[in-house]
């Protein structure tokens, strides 16, 4: 099992390539201000494990949703960062691209995906203390089914590589996040084993001890801080989860995501996170999506009952309401 669950969880991660999308960043369109989404800051979409901003300018992580955001008033920015590395670093390098404008000069609401929303949270940390007190550039963040506790299917993938080829398995995984890099047109170093250790139950849990805004004391418990002051900084904290593994009989990728959920035997989840280890901050509930459908993956094949651009549409009207 082990085996099958290490094959489709990479199958999983390349699929999310396979798609057509207005991807990039945008700007808010011709007399949309004061629209449902026009929040006061920015939102910087964050991508998780193997993921990009574009490609070529066509495909995109997030799909249709930077434009469906900013049709209604959004300014959307895209992060580009590392598709395999370990949190801290990738947090690292986030943090480092808005103080150095990448992305513009605003402050940012921050919504992050998958491995992306403990990048922001680390981010959150490396951006308060390059800037004065009460100067940080991130005034929210926002974990779309975000590995905050942790993955189970990361402890079994950990446990199912031989030490003995861990090697050679780094080096494709390497290559293939260079290769991501290189068409989506940065230059980010690499680190697959690392990304795999920072995801595991033990990797996530080292790094809450250092970033662990919004993470509650125990595994599924409710004591989750909504809001906190990082250096002067008063930072909004959000999220919300996926618990429905099989979606769609026409989405591919859902018979990858079904092998990778056997690691959680029974408990809730979308494939590759728990529902427990997504919640983070004020939690805004669960919904029938998997890993894939929280960005609007495959070309928006998703569950009837869920609508996953509806979702960030509704997470930028809260920051709008919210004065962010």
């Known amino acids: 099992m082990k085996k099958l669950v290490a094959a489709a969880s990479i199958a999983a991660c390349t699929a999310l390539i396979s798609s057509q999308t207005l991807a990039a960043g945008c700007s808010k369109w011709w007399g949309s201000g004061g629209g449902y989404t026009d929040t006061r800051h920015p939102i910087l979409l964050v991508h998780g494990l193997s993921g990009f901003s574009t490609i070529g300018g066509l495909i995109g992580y997030f799909h249709t949703i930077p434009m469906n955001l900013c049709r209604s008033g959004a300014d959307v920015k895209v992060a580009s960062i590392a598709a395999f590395n370990d949190s801290e670093q990738r947090g690292q390098q986030l943090a480092n691209d808005i103080n150095n404008n990448r992305y513009g000069g605003s402050k940012f609401n921050m919504i992050g995906h998958s491995q992306g929303a403990p990048t922001g949270r680390v981010a959150i940390t490396f951006d308060a203390a390059k800037n004065s007190w009460g100067n940080g550039r991130i005034v929210s963040m926002t974990s779309v089914g975000g590995v905050n506790k942790g993955s189970k299917t990361a402890d079994a993938l950990n446990g199912a590589i031989p030490s003995n080829i861990q090697g050679g398995v780094a080096a494709i995984a390497n290559a293939f996040g260079g290769l991501i890099n290189a068409l989506s047109g940065s230059n980010n170093s690499q680190d697959a084993l690392g990304a795999l250790k920072t995801l595991s139950t033990a990797g996530t849990n080292d790094l809450n001890t250092r970033h662990g805004y919004g993470i509650s004391s125990g595994y599924c418990t409710n004591d989750r801080a909504s809001q906190v002051n990082v250096r002067g900084n008063n930072i909004r904290l959000y999220s919300w989860a996926g618990t429905k593994v099989w979606t769609n009989v026409f989405d591919i990728t859902d018979p990858f995501l079904g092998l990778t959920s056997l690691p959680f035997k029974g408990e809730a989840n979308d494939g590759l996170v728990s529902e427990c280890s997504q919640r983070m ?35 930028a009207n809260r920051l709008k309401n919210a004065g962010l």
């Open 281 to 315: 901050g004020q939690f805004l509930g669960a919904r029938d999506a998997n890993h894939v459908d929280e960005v609007n993956h495959l070309l928006g094949t998703r569950s009837l009952w869920h609508d996953p651009v509806g979702m960030y549409r509704q997470q």
